[in-house]
T-cell receptor
Framework: AQKVTQAQTEISVVEKEDVTLDCVYE???????LFWYKQPPSGELVFLIR??????QNEISGRYSWNFQKSTSSFNFTITASQVVDSAVYFC????????????FGTGTSLTVIP | DGGITQSPKYLFRKEGQNVTLSCEQN?????MYWYRQDPGQGLRLIYY???????QKGDIAEGYSVSREKKESFPLTVTSAQKNPTAFYLC????????????FGQGTRLTVV
């Protein structure tokens, strides 16, 4: 079974629109961490955020915000007023347990921001 | 600057040949990982190593081999036994085993010709 599901394969928005990328995870551990990464066309994965399972506070960083809801096992990512530079593939990931020595990645969402 | 360096960026291989992808990090990280990325399939774990001279198979280790003789280096060999090696390969490292974020290299795109 897929531990991290990103149901949206591709999304296109017009510049300045808001967009939300969905991430649903599955784990039986009480301690786990969730991550979002951005993969621009250059290929390198760029770390965006980490959230542990005990911290359900939403977080905002500039135009980026994250909504963590344990009740629905979701960790959604919203980009406000999207820009062309936001065009990339975005991955959600999970690491489990106290040692967390393995990451489980979703299949990614390809975001295209149209000028 | 600290980081992870993968080389080469593009690699072409003839069928039946082994090829080695380089991954070097100067972040003093203990754990290193190799992932394979195919379109629509996200990242799949090939091998990982938590300490020098020790490594474990990931989900798709068949046809691959690794070594970890030095903390800084974790090369991946794609052998002729790998039936479909054309893919994008990413190397990553983390500072310890307690759920910190992984740092990634820029990847190597391998094409079998």
């Amino acid at each position: 079974a897929q531990k991290v599901t990103q149901a949206q394969t591709e999304i296109s928005v017009v510049e300045k629109e808001d967009v939300t990328l969905d991430c649903v995870y599955e784990t039986r551990d009480t301690t786990y961490y969730l991550f979002w990464y951005k993969q621009p066309p250059s290929g390198e994965l760029v770390f965006l955020i980490r959230r542990n399972s005990f911290d359900e506070q939403n977080e905002i960083s500039g135009r980026y915000s994250w909504n963590f809801q344990k009740s629905t096992s979701s960790f959604n990512f919203t980009i406000t007023a999207s820009q062309v530079v936001d065009s990339a593939v975005y991955f959600c990931a999970l690491s489990e347990g106290e040692t967390g020595n393995q990451f489980y990645f979703g299949t990614g969402t390809s975001l295209t921001v149209i000028p | 600057d600290g980081g992870i360096t993968q080389s080469p960026k593009y690699l072409f291989r003839k069928e039946g040949q082994n090829v080695t992808l380089s991954c070097e990090q100067n972040l003093n990280h203990d754990a290193m990982y190799w992932y394979r990325q195919d379109p629509g399939q996200g990242l799949r774990l090939i091998y990982y190593s938590q300490i020098v001279n020790d490594f474990q198979k990931g989900d798709i280790a068949e046809g691959y081999s690794v070594s970890r003789e030095k903390k800084e280096s974790f090369p991946l060999t794609v052998t002729s036994a790998q039936k479909n090696p054309t893919a994008f390969y990413l190397c990553a490292s983390i500072s310890d085993r307690v759920n910190t974020e992984a740092f990634f290299g820029q990847g190597t795109r391998l094409t079998v010709v």
